[in-house]
């Protein structure tokens, strides 16, 4: 049974992020086709003004975009340096088979996580803690006791997916569009197609992987 492990940890990287917003919840983490590592977070709080002026001027990013502006709230895309993208964690978490399921960044970041055994997630901090990264856990748990979370799909991956379902997007013809399932659901397009991506993932893991070819259900 794998195991969901929350966890504090401090990374130069998003320094100025937490200097700048008094809150920042992470959509999403993936390499571009240009394999740079790309950042595509929801921001709030009193600096919300000045933060995409900070990410500009921020040495670690390479670029910076506005996707969504919801008023309290906005949706930035941030593409990291080479330098920079060896401070975060998500490619030593990705060899140790540790899968990122939410990070909340305020004046830290707490992140929570799917490890397949203890030894993977041991082994993922003691990596950290070689690259100068300060790991601090909080909680581990046997994945079954976590009830916001099915088939290792988060509660909004899963509002996405079932809203994508019953209006036809995954039929053919499409019986909707991305545009407007995101637009129902109150988010841009591309977090739409992140958590969608994100969700379907998850969910062909812990039914296809685990099942197995010669298993039926």
């Keep these: 049974m794998a195991l969901i492990v929350e966890y504090e940890l401090r990374t130069p990287v998003l320094a100025t992020v937490e200097a700048a917003a008094a809150r920042i919840r992470l959509e999403e983490i993936y390499r571009t086709d240009a394999d740079r590592l790309k950042l595509l977070f929801w921001a709030t709080g009193e600096g919300l003004d000045s933060l995409r002026a900070v990410l500009t001027d921020d040495s670690n990013v390479a670029s910076v975009s506005l996707l969504d502006d919801a008023g309290e709230r906005r949706l930035y895309s941030v593409v990291l340096t080479e330098e920079a993208a060896t401070g975060l964690t998500y490619p030593v978490a990705a060899e140790h088979d540790v899968v990122l399921l939410e990070a909340v960044v305020t004046d830290s970041t707490v ?5 397949p055994n203890r030894t993977a997630l041991f082994s993922y901090r003691e990596e950290c803690a ?12 046997r994945e079954e006791a976590w009830t916001t979370d099915r088939y290792g799909i988060t509660n909004r991956q899963w509002e996405a997916l079932e809203a994508a379902l019953e209006a036809g997007y995954f039929e053919v013809p499409r019986g909707t569009t991305l545009s407007e399932l995101a637009t129902e659901l109150g988010i841009s397009d591309q977090a739409l197609s992140a958590r969608l991506r994100r969700g379907q993932a998850n969910l062909l893991e812990h039914t296809i992987r685990e099942s197995g070819p010669d298993k039926k259900g």
Excluded: D, S
Aim: net charge positive; charged share 40%; glycine share 6%.
């Design 130 to 141: 070689n690259r100068g990264i300060e790991l601090r856990l909080k909680r581990i748990y």
């Design 111 to 115: 992140v929570r996580a799917r490890a």
